[in-house]
């Protein structure tokens, strides 16, 4: 069955540090999304992706981010000047259509620690 | 806007006693309701769903209900198992139909043989 992946499965990092998050979504798939989870709290929506551009964000998602699909296959979350509320489980998913109701496949997740 | 309150857990129970997870939503319009599961060390899983009011979710056991006049879609399982044990995350995308997942904060359960 096919799956989204996420690499790496835990990133340490320094303050100040930039960090890239891979993902690898399903190959079908049209549309690709960023949520974060800060411990004990929500699972919120950074940013969606669609036909190589984005095409949603939230007030989380500010100038220290961006998003690439640098080939066909994966998609990148960088965060340019880590800090320390940066520190989060990180979760890549993929649907095949933005319309309600449609399943978002999620990946395993990458937590991010933020030294 | 949209938001989605669930139970505060961990919820702790025995083996094959009965499951209710509550959870309430605000939105604008007719979202689509879900719940997914996330087990030890895996991504987030969807469990069920339902798209429209009076609807009824239904996959392993789980069931829930969209109901429309209390924003409500309360998961429930009739009889737990100890690989149950997960936390759970009810979710809604909004009435306009292509906005991203909006979630509850979830709920950890464990059960216990």
């Known amino acids: 069955e096919p799956e989204v992946t996420q690499t790496p499965s835990h990133q340490v990092t320094q303050m100040g540090q930039e960090v890239i998050l891979r993902c690898v979504p399903i190959s079908n798939h049209l549309y690709f999304y960023w949520y974060r989870q800060i411990l004990g709290q929500k699972v919120e929506f950074l940013v969606s992706f669609y036909n190589n551009e984005i095409s949603e964000k939230s007030e989380i998602f500010d100038d220290q981010f961006s998003v690439e699909r640098p080939d066909g296959s994966n998609f990148t979350l960088k965060i340019r000047s880590t800090k320390l509320e940066d520190s989060a489980m990180y979760f890549c998913a993929s649907s095949e259509d933005l319309t309600g109701g449609v399943e978002q496949f999620f990946g395993p997740g990458t937590r991010l620690t933020v030294l | ?113």
């Open chain 2, 1 to 113: 806007g949209n938001s989605v309150t669930q139970m505060e857990g961990p919820v702790t129970l025995s083996e094959e006693a009965f499951l209710t997870i509550n959870c309430t939503y605000t939105a604008t319009g007719y979202p689509s309701l879900f719940w997914y599961v996330q087990y030890p060390g895996e991504g987030l899983q969807l469990l069920l769903k339902a798209t429209k009011a009076d609807d009824k979710g239904s996959n392993k056991g789980f069931e829930a209900t969209y109901r429309k006049e209390t924003t409500s879609f309360h998961l429930e399982k009739g009889s737990v198992q100890v690989s149950d044990s997960a936390v759970y995350f009810c979710a809604l995308i909004g009435g306009t139909g292509n906005t991203p997942l909006v979630f509850g904060k979830g709920t950890r359960l464990s059960v216990i043989a």
